[in-house]
């Protein structure tokens, strides 16, 4: 749709140019007029896919303008060049047309030339930043629209009444045999409700939060496991106070502890591993699965057939838009998914 609309605004301008100069000659009008729209076409490009993108959108307000002032002199003076030798060459070859007046002044072309590619580049780049500030419109209210959904998910199954049944229930049983784990244990589940129904109703959580909801959550999925299981979760963490979308892991470690079967295969494993530094952050989860149990394709950003981790990409593609990557790889029974993001 936009090459078409391009295409179509350009050959108006086209026709435009070539109506009004058509009394001098048909000829003359049509080579004016091509030199003209396409110069006017140059700068656009230049203005739109460098100037604005690379310098203006990055903050570089100054060189922004310096090179605004550069590339609208230098378009000026290589157009008039162009068109004086073509103008030349074209009545060199014509016969009976005048020769070109060597004295000529381009003075008054050369201005018009350049009030006509400020107008270009003025135009180009508030249309520019408008379509841009649109997209990030359009994403923040795909993100409010997303934020409210995940809350309602988060309450009706993230915390799922068989998950909290469990809970309560492992809880009950070390109450009854007088286990001294027994007040620990209300108090893990306690910060975990605490956690999905207040503080997870922020944009962005601490990484500190979302690695304790974690360990929580692996402690309670151990209960329902007799004897020492292969389960690991290392932490190389720099900043704990990280800001990253609430629970966005969350669906990864279900699936490990999911598709592992570690409560039925004595050599089943979990591992998972969070690495922070500077403004990166990087989790993996690795577990041990039977064979056919997952179908996965192991292509860079892509992610498996769950719905759960199309979820996970899904939210960080709208937190992060391209400062992501999104990782599932199976090899013999080992299911692995990797997760970098960056701030």
């Not at 048909?26 to 690379?54: K, P």
């Not at 990484?207 to 692996?218: G, P, S, T, V």
Request: charge should be positive; glycine fraction near 4%.
């Amino acid at each position: 749709m936009d090459r078409h609309r391009f295409i179509i605004s350009w050959t108006v301008v086209f026709l435009f140019f070539f109506f009004s100069f058509k009394h001098v000659g048909y000829g003359i009008a049509l080579f004016h007029s091509l030199i003209v729209t396409l110069s006017m076409v140059a700068v656009c490009l230049v203005e739109s896919e460098v100037l604005v993108r690379f310098f203006l959108r990055k903050g570089k307000r100054f060189l922004f303008y310096i090179l605004n002032v550069v590339v609208i002199i230098g378009f000026s003076t290589l157009f008039i060049q162009m068109q004086m030798m073509m103008a030349e060459l074209v009545r060199n070859l014509v016969p009976g047309m005048p020769m070109a007046d060597p004295n000529v002044d381009w003075t008054v072309p050369f201005i018009i030339r350049i009030l006509l590619y400020t107008f270009v580049a003025s135009i180009t780049a508030i249309t520019y930043l408008e379509r841009s500030e649109q997209e990030t419109q359009r994403l923040s209210n795909e993100l409010k629209i997303e934020n409210l959904d995940m809350e309602l998910r988060y309450l009706k199954s993230q915390i799922n009444p068989h998950f909290l049944f469990n809970a309560l229930n492992n809880i009950y049983s070390l109450v009854y045999i007088k286990d001294e784990k027994a007040p620990e244990s209300v108090l893990k589940l306690s910060e975990m409700l605490r956690y999905v129904m207040v503080d997870c109703q922020a944009d962005t959580i601490s990484l500190e939060k979302e690695m304790r909801f974690i360990d929580n959550y692996i402690d309670f999925q151990l209960m329902k496991h007799e004897g020492k299981r292969n389960i690991s979760f290392e932490k190389e963490v720099e900043n704990w106070g990280f800001m990253l979308p609430p629970m966005i892991f969350q669906p990864i470690v279900e699936n490990a502890f999911k598709y592992s079967r570690i409560e039925n295969d004595q050599n089943g494993f979990i591992r998972f591993l969070v690495r922070q530094n500077e403004n990166s952050l990087e989790f993996v989860a690795e577990n041990s699965i039977r064979n056919n149990s997952v179908k996965v394709v192991s292509t860079k950003q892509d992610c498996g057939s769950g719905i759960g981790l199309q979820n996970v990409k899904k939210r960080l593609s709208l937190h992060y838009k391209e400062k992501f990557s999104f990782i599932t790889e199976r090899k013999d029974n080992t299911y692995k998914v990797m997760v970098k993001i960056a701030n």
